[in-house]
Structures are given as structure tokens and as C-alpha cells.
């Protein structure tokens, strides 16, 4: 089974073991970048602010390899669907990929391709609105509305923190809260190599090249990734809410874990 989670070191050593079980973090340092001005950044939680190098072993289910989250970044999304003619639609593909771990089915195979549409995640300590742009990213926006509307993420827990100077991050999707589960279904990524990860993003977890599901993490400090995370949204507003969450701390007094608090997405409420 494959973990879905974001590395912190600067490439790519996937995870080889079970989903489920443990997994180690590659070698390679994560340095986080200065934060542009006007920009929030949060302490660092739960330890000293290494980074994210040497040999960790987590157990809280989060992917461990990461390849795949874009930034807020134009640019042309590379392998998860092709455009019609804009506004038309974009036409994706949604692989079956085990069973879900939460009933739902998969998206249909053509996606709206302009516009923006927002959506509100109402956690554990206040709400997170998020912004995203269909142009951009199609059939990633496409399957997060798909799984919202279908209540898939209501009731579900945010499974993952981290507070390590290179990666800072809020990490949901999984109904099971292990980091090992998935709508039953895969999808491409829509990235591009200007992508980068600062405050504010918002952007898939996943296994490898084209392992989408359900998993998604949340900015809220710059972090330096490889630009192997579809970015497919900005958070608007509540990001004092994911600092606030961060300031509290991993539940084992590390740098990598569930939360000290533990968080829900109680639900996720699409807009216009």
C-alpha cells in the first residue's frame, strides 16, 4: 500500500513499507526560505526548528515521500486531464485504486476549467476558507469539490502536523486518520516546476508521481518542497486558525505527528 504524505527532505526516496505501518523520512535538508514581507510566519512547535534530514520514523499514517503538490503558480498543469477549449471542460481520468475509505463514488470523467470557486473547511477552533482556480488545476478541483459535496470529509480528522523549520504543515483527507486511506480512486498530477509552497497554500499529498486521493495539506509557514504537490488552492482566510494548531503542538512533543489537539473538519461546505 502506498503512504500518502508530503516529504520533508529536498527529493525523493519513497516509502517501501505497508501504508499503514511506520515509514522513515529520506536524508536531505528542507532550509525554509525568508518569508516575504507582510507574510505570516509561524514559531516553530514541539522542539528546536531542525530540519527535516536524517532518519525519522513516523507511525501516524502520513505519506511519506513526496512527490507532487504545485504552488499557487500559473503555469500548465501536467498530467492529470486535458482541456477542451476553455470553459468547456476539462477531460480526466479517476482510476479505481482499492476500496474507499469512506463510501463515495468517483468523480465524472469531465471537469468546468475557468472560474474559481471557494470552499469553507469548518475545523476543530474556527474556519479556513480556501479559494481555487479552475484554470489552473481542473481535475484536482474537480475531485475535492466531487468528495466535499459528497460529504466525505465531514467528520474527519487532520491526521498529520509537522513544525520543522523546511516543512509546516496541516495535513487532512483521510477518513480513517491513519494517513493510509483513500476515496478508492487515483488521478494525475497538475503540476508544473515554478511551484512552490509559501503561507497559505493549499496542495495534494500523495505516494509518488500520479497517486492523488483524497489527502491534502495545509500551509501555514513557508516550506520548501520539490514542486511534486499539486497547489490547487490559497487559503483566503483562517490562517491564524492552522497557527494557532501549530502553536499547540504535535501530540508526542515532535516535530511530526497528530496533533496535540486533536483537529476535525467537522465539515466542508462548497461555494460559488
Sequence with gaps: MRSVRPAAAVLSVLLTVPFLASCTSMS?????????????????VGGSAADISGSATYTSGFPANTSGLPANTGGSPANAGSSAANGIGATCSYPADGAPAKPVSPPTDVMPNAGTVT?????????????????????????????????????????????????????????????????????????????????????????????????????????????DYTVFGTIKSGL??????????????GQDGAPASPITISKVTVGA
Excluded at 535538508?29 to 525568508?34: G, Q, R
Excluded at 488521478?187 to 497517486?211: I, K, L
Excluded at 491564524?240 to 512533543?253: E, N, R, Y
Aim: glycine share 16%; charged share 10%.
Design 119 to 227: 470552499a469553507t473547511l469548518q475545523l476543530t477552533g474556527g474556519a479556513v476558507v480556501i479559494e481555487m482556480d479552475r484554470s489552473k488545476t481542473p481535475c484536482t478541483i474537480g475531485s475535492f469539490v466531487h468528495l466535499a459535496d459528497a460529504g466525505y470529509f465531514d467528520g474527519t480528522t487532520c491526521h498529520r502536523l509537522t513544525t520543522s523549520a523546511g516543512l509546516r504543515v496541516l495535513q487532512c483527507g483521510d477518513p480513517t486518520g491513519s494517513g493510509g486511506g483513500g476515496p478508492g480512486y487515483t488521478f494525475g498530477d497538475e503540476t508544473d516546476s515554478a511551484m512552490t509552497y509559501p503561507a497559505g497554500t493549499v496542495a495534494m499529498a500523495n505516494a509518488g508521481p500520479d497517486t492523488n486521493g483524497s489527502q491534502f495539506f495545509l500551509v501555514y509557514s513557508d516550506s520548501q518542497l520539490p514542486p
Design 28 to 44: 536531505g535538508s528542507a532550509n525554509p526560505a525568508a518569508a516575504p514581507a507582510g507574510s505570516t510566519t509561524a514559531p516553530t
Design 240 to 253: 491564524d486558525v492552522l497557527i494557532k494548531i501549530a502553536v499547540a503542538g504535535v501530540a508526542d512533543g
